[in-house]
């Protein structure tokens, strides 16, 4: 990517993107085209929370846009309260809704950037953040993050991510990326993979999965698990000993 990191957009240009893509983020299918097996790496995030996780009464969604995974995690766990942070009123307005069909728990919404919202430490079971992190920019942004997500994690509880992940060398990167744009090129030809590129190179942030995982462990987290990688996008998590 060849934007500088203090020229990618602002909060407020993310936010005005997704306020006008509610309904397409509402429908996997569509919603998740740019993203290589999105469907799979959603099923498994929310399969290893129910598994690693011995009581779920609490969740949080970071960037819930339209609340797929929460509405996923829903399917193992009918009744827990969640809160949802999301820069877009629509997307969470949009997420309450949907999420309210599938869960009796109590719904809570927080419209703004998750670095500045205060939420209660120890507070959840279990911790979702899809197709979010990238936006994150340098290391020290990425590891007060971190941090947080630490902080914010109770004993016995889980993290569960998924995302654009770049690579540590750049031959792999390469690779990685031409494999990448052969995907959108195979979903809807090279005018889509040209605004997708666009997007990214002007939007986002991301890291490697290695670097992630390092990360998770320096903030605390005693164990870590990839869970699926194909090209630039991994599934990956982590769990805090009680």
Same mark, same amino acid.
């Given at each position: 990517m060849d934007t500088p990191l203090n020229?990618?957009?602002?909060?407020? $240009? !993310?936010k005005e993107r997704f306020d006008h893509d509610v309904e397409r983020f509402s429908n996997l299918a569509t919603g998740?085209?740019?993203?290589?097996?999105?469907?799979l790496a959603m099923e498994l995030i929310t399969?290893?929370?129910?598994?690693?996780?011995?009581?779920?009464? %609490?969740?949080?969604?970071?960037?819930?846009?339209?609340?797929?995974?929460?509405?996923?995690?829903?399917?193992?766990?009918?009744?827990f309260d969640c809160d949802l942070v999301d820069l877009s009123l629509p997307m969470l307005e949009k997420a309450r809704d949907r999420i309210s069909t599938v869960n009796t728990g109590k719904i809570r919404i927080f419209?703004?950037?998750? %670095? $500045? !919202?205060n939420l209660p430490n120890q507070g959840y079971d279990v911790i979702l953040a899809a197709a979010v992190l990238h936006h994150l920019r340098d290391d020290q942004d990425w590891e007060s993050t971190f941090e947080k997500i630490y %902080?914010?994690?109770?004993?016995?509880?889980?993290?569960? &991510?998924?995302?654009?992940?770049f690579h540590e060398t750049q031959p792999v990167q390469y690779l990685m990326w031409q494999r990448y744009g052969e995907y959108l090129c195979s979903v809807s030809g090279e005018d889509f993979k040209a605004r997708v590129f666009e997007y990214i190179d002007k939007e986002d942030s991301p890291r490697p999965v290695t670097y992630q995982l390092s990360l998770l462990r320096k903030v605390g987290f005693e164990h870590?698990?990839?869970?699926?990688?194909?090209?630039?996008?991994?599934?990956?998590?982590? &769990?805090?000993?009680?």
């Amino acid at each position: 990517m060849d934007t500088p990191l203090n020229q990618k957009s602002s909060v407020a $240009e !993310i936010k005005e993107r997704f306020d006008h893509d509610v309904e397409r983020f509402s429908n996997l299918a569509t919603g998740q085209a740019a993203t290589i097996d999105a469907p799979l790496a959603m099923e498994l995030i929310t399969q290893a929370a129910y598994n690693s996780t011995m009581s779920i009464q %609490r969740v949080l969604d970071i960037g819930c846009g339209a609340g797929n995974n929460t509405v996923k995690l829903s399917q193992y766990v009918p009744a827990f309260d969640c809160d949802l942070v999301d820069l877009s009123l629509p997307m969470l307005e949009k997420a309450r809704d949907r999420i309210s069909t599938v869960n009796t728990g109590k719904i809570r919404i927080f419209q703004g950037d998750f %670095r $500045e !919202i205060n939420l209660p430490n120890q507070g959840y079971d279990v911790i979702l953040a899809a197709a979010v992190l990238h936006h994150l920019r340098d290391d020290q942004d990425w590891e007060s993050t971190f941090e947080k997500i630490y %902080r914010l994690t109770a004993p016995g509880g889980s993290v569960w &991510i998924t995302d654009l992940v770049f690579h540590e060398t750049q031959p792999v990167q390469y690779l990685m990326w031409q494999r990448y744009g052969e995907y959108l090129c195979s979903v809807s030809g090279e005018d889509f993979k040209a605004r997708v590129f666009e997007y990214i190179d002007k939007e986002d942030s991301p890291r490697p999965v290695t670097y992630q995982l390092s990360l998770l462990r320096k903030v605390g987290f005693e164990h870590v698990e990839l869970l699926h990688k194909n090209s630039c996008f991994a599934a990956f998590g982590a &769990i805090k000993t009680a």
